[in-house]
């Protein structure tokens, strides 16, 4: 393990101690402690390139694995947020779901080093989009009749989140690290357990907003299943012919592509929706934007915003550090007027983009016309160095950082118990201090941190950046701290240090991280 991994492992273990001391129950600090210990071991003895050399799968270039990163930050954030539901004994979503997000992490861990050769072995079976439909309804009816029982969701948790990580990184190469792969593995299924165990319905109250999530994400899976002709053909050969070859294709593919998407939307989301919610989605979302003035000036202000943005990509003829802060910036303008006026208003707007953005990645990745050429062209402006593989996903993991903290809320129905600083954890971790590292490193930094290109400058103003703004959001707008300011102060230390140490994607890694840290109650 190189010296700056060894940073970041070292960043993890603090934050590791904070959430054990606010865990109640024994099993989850034992796991969670497994988890640590088994990834460090094998994020030192095993490098990227063994793992690649036996099965087929290419990791994002220049990164290391991040095993340690990509399998904690998830658990650390579940169990810090539902420690006192679980000591409690208030259900699924405060104790058995972090039990089960840990024994996943151990389930990906073992079967990426000592199962590497079976999976290597079984890819045609496992990346099969029908072997993908059998394990859900399997799930499906083993969770219905057995869903209070914790092994139940231990055992289709690990499941499906191994077809998830096999088709991950077979049919997406080069565009994910081990880690980064891992957390967004463990974050789809949770939600997919989440919307097998609530299907068909119906939902009340704050419930409505985790369920509009949860279709979403249920429905860009199915739409990836349906279009899986298109996907297995265009990732077989983008990697192996010139992408003006993808444009070549004729105009059935992508008749074809839409067809899927309206099917998707107007068969299967739309009426699965209706039945959660009891009432006719369309309506509900139109009833829900104009309920109120305030709410119609805070879509005003958002659509200027986007305007703002399109115009940045419009007039800039390639990518740069300081362009991709104006995103952040932006994003800034976004979230804490939604967070300050209406979180779920910016709950489902949230969930909305980022089934867009999903969509119209696919039109881009695949060229489908009439836009997929004028799309990639554009999407360059975001682009930068980590960007190696089939997707673009810096913007997509802005969103979903911003997003992520307000979305388990909304999951564990806290939306409407107050403003907390946990909601903010990506506002401040990578809206206000990976900015502020950004700009005044680039700028004016000179003393690097060992091993890597970050600067302790950068590092000392992304921290003074973050306790500004949180000692702005505390007394204007009446933000509660979890824990009091020292936790705070912590909390924002950890952050700017992990991001001066870590090589995986801070856009998605900072504000899970910081949201583990703000949530802890010791």
Request: hydrophobic content about 50%.
């Amino acid at each position: 393990m190189q010296g700056t991994g060894v940073l970041e492992v070292s960043v993890i273990f603090c934050s590791l101690i904070c959430v054990l001391l606010t865990a109640n129950e024994s099993l989850i600090q034992i796991l969670l402690v497994c988890v640590f210990m088994l990834a460090t071991l094998i994020q030192s003895l095993i490098p990227p390139q063994d793992i690649s050399s036996v099965t087929t799968w290419k990791f994002r270039q220049k990164a290391s694995t991040g095993l340690v990163t990509g399998s904690v930050l998830l658990p650390m954030a579940f169990v810090a947020h539902g420690a006192d539901g679980c000591a409690n004994s208030k259900g699924m979503w405060a104790c058995t779901l972090p039990i089960t997000v840990l024994t996943t992490s151990i389930a990906l861990l073992l079967a990426v080093t000592i199962g590497r050769r079976v999976l290597s072995g079984w890819t045609r079976i496992l990346c099969s989009p029908y072997l993908l439909v059998v394990i859900h309804i399997w799930c499906y009816f083993l969770l219905k009749p057995y869903g209070s029982y914790i092994g139940v969701y231990v055992i289709c948790g690990a499941v499906i989140a191994l077809i998830y990580f096999s088709h991950l990184m077979t049919c997406l190469p080069v565009s994910f690290s081990l880690g980064e792969a891992l957390l967004i593995v463990q974050w789809l299924t949770v939600l997919m357990l989440d919307s097998l165990t609530i299907f068909p319905g119906p939902v009340i109250g704050s419930q409505t907003f985790g369920a509009c999530l949860q279709v979403l994400v249920v429905g860009s899976i199915t739409a990836a299943f349906f279009v899986h002709p298109i996907y297995s053909d265009g990732f077989e050969r983008i990697f192996g012919t010139p992408a003006k070859d993808l444009e070549k294709r004729g105009l059935s593919w992508s008749v074809y592509f839409y067809a899927v998407f309206a099917a998707v939307n107007l068969i299967f989301l739309l009426p699965w929706l209706g039945i959660l919610i009891q009432e006719n989605p369309v309506l509900y979302g139109l009833n829900f934007m104009f309920a109120s003035y305030d709410r119609i000036w805070l879509m005003f202000a958002w659509a200027v915003l986007v305007t703002i943005a399109v115009s940045v990509v419009s007039l800039t003829p390639a990518s740069s550090t300081v362009v991709r802060k104006y995103f952040h910036l932006i994003a800034i303008a976004t979230y804490i007027p939604g967070l300050a006026y209406d979180p779920e208003l910016l709950c489902l707007a949230s969930a909305g983009s980022f089934f867009v953005f999903l969509f119209l990645e696919s039109i881009r990745v695949l060229r489908i016309k009439p836009f997929g050429s004028f799309l990639h062209e554009a999407f360059q402006v975001f682009v930068d160095e980590r960007d190696s593989g089939v997707l673009t996903l810096t913007h997509i993991y802005l969103l979903v950082g911003l997003s992520l903290p307000i979305w388990i809320y909304s999951e564990g129905h806290y939306l409407k118990s107050g403003l907390f600083l946990p909601l903010f954890s990506g506002v401040l971790s990578i809206g206000v201090g990976d900015t502020a590292a950004s700009i005044v490193g680039s700028k004016f930094g000179s003393i690097h941190w060992p091993g890597t290109k970050k600067t302790v400058e950068g590092t000392a103003a992304a921290i003074v950046s973050q306790v500004v703004c949180c000692h702005l959001l505390e007394t204007y707008l009446k933000v509660v701290p979890t824990r009091g300011g020292s936790m705070t102060l912590l909390a924002i230390i950890l952050t700017s240090l992990l991001e001066a140490f870590t090589d995986q994607i801070d856009n998605i890694i900072l504000p899970v991280f910081m949201f583990a840290l703000l949530s802890c109650k010791f």
